[in-house]
């Protein structure tokens, strides 16, 4: 890439030079010509200068865009290796030693949780494709979004701190129905609040609320982990992006969660804003109507 930076700007030096040069030799053999010469050079260097800008904006595009695709697969490299792994070691022990019932029963437990783990990642993958190609159509029907939050939080709900793991606080507004696609609208949710436990700090709590107020519907959810500068509160929703430090980058994650939820609510004409959370973090904000 820095190779083919090189080649581009040569090129336009050369270009500039050459038509230059070229002027500088039309108006020596005909001087009366100067004001055409110059009138219509200067059209031509803006037109070549404006093409040239556009195309280095281009070029730029498609580089980060490359870099980001190849985070995109370390990420989900990293994302498919490390509950399989999980999976593997755990199987191997039921099938290797002489475990207790409650022993077995907790790490099949353990196995279904990595495997919802990478249920979750594969449908992201397949509904950003599905996005991107236009062909998902997203069907919607009334139903409880009361119920559908409140199972999204039990699934990915600890009870206690365990392993410096998060706590959610739900606070949910029970029999708010809503029309929409339920399928597109569980990952909206799920990608909400696994969003917030991937970016607070061991034992932080996260907290979720959906309420009704003046005929709209507002799910929060909150945490108290690292924040967003306010340079990135725009670009957190982009394809393939990831906050910007060292430390949100070690983090799990494949820079699709937050860039479906954008779509989907779109499509649902729901709209959804980032704000500072007190004294630290960050609150999504989703409002319904």
């Known amino acids: 890439m820095r190779r083919s930076f090189i080649i581009f700007y040569a090129l336009i030096i050369y270009a ?40 280095h904006r281009s070029i730029i595009r498609e580089r980060k865009l490359q870099e980001q695709k190849k985070n995109f697969l370390l990420s989900v490299t990293h994302e498919l290796k490390s509950p399989l792994a999980s999976m593997k070691i755990l199987l191997q022990t ?27 990642m594969v449908e992201n993958m397949l509904l950003a494709s599905k996005i991107d190609n236009r062909s998902y159509s997203f069907p919607k029907d009334k139903f409880n979004l009361s119920v559908l939050v409140d199972s999204i939080v039990n699934r990915l709900q600890l009870s206690k701190c365990e392993s410096n793991q998060q706590v959610i606080d739900a606070e949910i507004e029970p029999k708010i129905q809503i ?3 339920k399928f597109a609208l569980t990952s909206v949710v799920t990608n909400l609040i696994e969003n917030a436990i991937k970016y607070s700090g061991p034992c932080e709590i996260v907290e979720v609320k959906l309420f009704s107020k003046d005929s709209r519907v507002f799910l929060q959810v909150a945490d108290h982990g ?28 494949t820079g699709l969660g937050l860039y479906i939820v954008k779509e989907v609510l779109e499509k649902h004409q729901a709209s959804i804003k980032v704000k500072d959370n007190r004294p630290v973090g960050s609150i999504f904000e989703v409002v319904f109507g």
Do not use: H
């Open 226 to 253: 690292i924040g967003i500068a306010d340079g990135e509160k725009n670009k957190i929703f982009d394809k393939f992006y990831r906050v910007g430090s060292e430390d949100t980058r070690n983090t799990k994650g």
């Open 16 to 55: 500039l030079t050459e038509l230059a040069w070229w002027g500088y030799l039309l108006v020596k053999l005909m001087p009366s010509s100067l004001a055409m010469i110059t009138g219509e050079g200067s059209i031509f260097i803006i037109v070549f200068l404006v093409g040239a800008y556009w195309l």
């Open 179 to 181: 029309t929409g696609d």
């Open 94 to 120: 039921i099938q290797k030693r002489d475990l207790s019932k409650q022993q077995t029963m907790d790490f099949v437990g353990k196995c279904l949780t990595d495997i919802e783990r990478l249920d979750d």
